[in-house]
């Protein structure tokens, strides 16, 4: 059974920072771009960074400068470094792969179930 496994969250101060990953595990053949996405309360959910199997990134305006995605291809993780953190990037952070599980399957969405990641004093 194909599944997303976050960790990394918890509380930390204004200006610090927090490391985020998530591994793929089960039977995968392939793994295409891989995303973070956050929900701060009574918000929607919104694209923080998104990374490609080639490693080509893309961020949220409010995140650039900031946070840093990366990936370990070999071991099917997705990373987050967030720095220069501020109370308004509390929020749910989960991710997303695009992963088949055969060769014989199209690529499909994967989500983690999230953790939370506070920033406050």
């Known amino acids: 059974q194909v599944q997303l496994v976050e960790s990394g969250g918890g509380l930390v101060q204004p200006g610090g920072s927090l490391r985020l990953s998530c591994a793929a595990s089960?039977?995968?053949?392939?793994?295409?771009?891989m995303a973070w996405y956050r929900q701060a309360p009574g918000k929607g959910r919104e694209l923080v960074a998104s990374?490609?199997?080639?490693?080509?990134?893309n961020y949220a305006d409010s995140v650039k400068g900031r946070f840093t995605i990366s990936r370990d291809n070999a071991l099917k993780t997705v990373y987050l470094q967030m720095d220069r953190l501020k109370p308004e990037d509390t929020a749910v952070y989960s991710c997303?792969?695009?992963?088949?599980?055969?060769?014989?399957?199209?690529?499909?969405?994967?989500w983690g179930e999230g953790t939370l990641v506070t920033v406050s004093s």
């Open positions: 089960g039977s995968i053949y392939s793994v295409g771009t």
């Open positions: 997303k792969a695009d992963l088949s599980p055969s060769i014989y399957d199209f690529g499909k969405d994967y």
């Open positions: 990374i490609t199997s080639i490693h080509t990134t």
